[in-house]
Structures are given as structure tokens and as C-alpha cells.
Nanobody, 117 residues
């Protein structure tokens, strides 16, 4: 199983950015997928997740209303659309995959998002 995140970059506060996570070896439609982030000097935190069966979505309170997680089953890819970005959204964003029950057991290499104030 491999997860490849891409799309990070530098953006001004208030701007938008879209991240992609291409998955191979595991179907995004049958597994839980999520985005996490880790800011400098801070612990990794959950950002958004989408369940395989039913596609239930949940967000961290800090990004609710600004970020949107989605998936394209045909491309086996998960996306994170980020808007109204804030300086505090600056972090390395990683995608992860988990079975229906259990911990996230596959992680992709992160992509850096830098929001300038």
C-alpha cells in the first residue's frame, strides 16, 4: 500500500489550496481515509476523514467550514480542498488509511503547506 500526497505550497492568508493523495494497493472506497497535519513544534493532529462504506465525513473543529475532504473512487484518490487559509494552518499535511475498525496503518509522505500572514 502506498499513499502519495501532493499539492502543498506557499499561499497567502485567505487563499486556497488543494491537496491530493493518490493511493495504490488499497481501495479508498472501502477504507477510512484521512488527512492529518503537524505544525512545527506541535503534535500531529487530525484534520478530516472520510469513511469507506457510506462515506461519512468528519472534520476537526479548527477547519470545519473551510476545508472539504472528498474522494474519487475511479482515480483512487482523496482530496483536501482548503480555503480561507490561516497562518495557523501552516503544517506538513499527510494522508493516512485505515481499515473499517482499527488504527491508521498506512501513511503517506507529507506535503508542506505554508500560509503567509
Amino acid at each position: 500500500v502506498q499513499l502519495q500526497a501532493s499539492g502543498g505550497g506557499l499561499v497567502q492568508a485567505g487563499g486556497s489550496l488543494s491537496l491530493s493523495c493518490a493511493v495504490s494497493g488499497r481501495s479508498v472506497s472501502r477504507h477510512r481515509m484521512a488527512w492529518f497535519r503537524q505544525a512545527p513544534g506541535k503534535e500531529r493532529e487530525f484534520v478530516a476523514g472520510i469513511r469507506g462504506s457510506g462515506g461519512t465525513i468528519n472534520y476537526a473543529n479548527s477547519v470545519k467550514g473551510r476545508f472539504t475532504i472528498s474522494r474519487d473512487n475511479a482515480k483512487n484518490t482523496v482530496y483536501l480542498q482548503m480555503s480561507s487559509l490561516k497562518f495557523e494552518d501552516t503544517a506538513v499535511y499527510s494522508c493516512a488509511s485505515a481499515p473499517s475498525i482499527g488504527s491508521y496503518n498506512y501513511w503517506g509522505r507529507g506535503t508542506l503547506v505554508t500560509v503567509s500572514s
